[in-house]
């Protein structure tokens, strides 16, 4: 005989609900049965989540020498949001445009990428300045 047992599991980031309010979600974890597992997950989850969405609208960059953007692939944002450390972002759409007249082997010399990451608020409260 065979049974599983449900329970509850909540977590919370105290400062961000704090900062932004209260936002609640269920998350699916029926496929994972140990309760210290389900806890990481969560927390690794909440990491993210309990941060708000950037989104950088990039008109343009430069294409690297033996390098292609990739959706899905990490990048490091710095700007005047980010600074000194930069945003870690994921890029969710590159867009090449190929040009046969182009004096570039490659054909595009630049690409338009859409990177996502999560700001970390916390880190406006040590800005010195």
């Given at each position: 005989?065979?049974?599983?047992?449900?329970?509850?599991?909540?977590?919370?980031?105290?400062?961000?609900?704090?900062?932004?309010?209260?936002?609640e979600?269920?998350?699916?974890?029926?496929?994972?049965?140990?309760?210290?597992?389900?806890?990481q997950?969560?927390?690794?989850?909440?990491?993210f989540?309990?941060?708000?969405?950037?989104?950088?609208?990039?008109?343009?960059?430069?294409?690297?020498?033996?390098?292609?953007?990739?959706p899905?692939q990490?990048?490091t944002?710095?700007?005047?949001?980010a600074?000194?450390?930069?945003?870690?972002?994921?890029?969710?759409?590159?867009?090449?445009?190929?040009?046969?007249?182009?004096?570039?082997?490659?054909?595009?010399r630049?690409?338009?990428?859409?990177?996502?990451g999560?700001k970390?608020?916390?880190?406006?409260?040590?800005?010195?300045?």
């Amino acid at each position: 005989m065979f049974s599983k047992i449900r329970h509850i599991q909540e977590i919370s980031d105290r400062q961000s609900i704090k900062h932004y309010g209260l936002v609640e979600a269920q998350i699916d974890t029926s496929f994972l049965e140990d309760a210290n597992l389900i806890q990481q997950y969560l927390e690794s989850l909440l990491q993210f989540t309990s941060r708000p969405r950037v989104v950088f609208t990039v008109n343009a960059v430069t294409c690297p020498d033996n390098f292609l953007f990739k959706p899905y692939q990490t990048v490091t944002i710095q700007d005047g949001l980010a600074y000194p450390t930069g945003i870690d972002t994921e890029i969710q759409r590159a867009r090449y445009v190929f040009d046969g007249n182009s004096s570039y082997a490659f054909g595009a010399r630049q690409v338009e990428i859409t990177p996502v990451g999560f700001k970390d608020f916390l880190g406006d409260s040590f800005k010195c300045g």
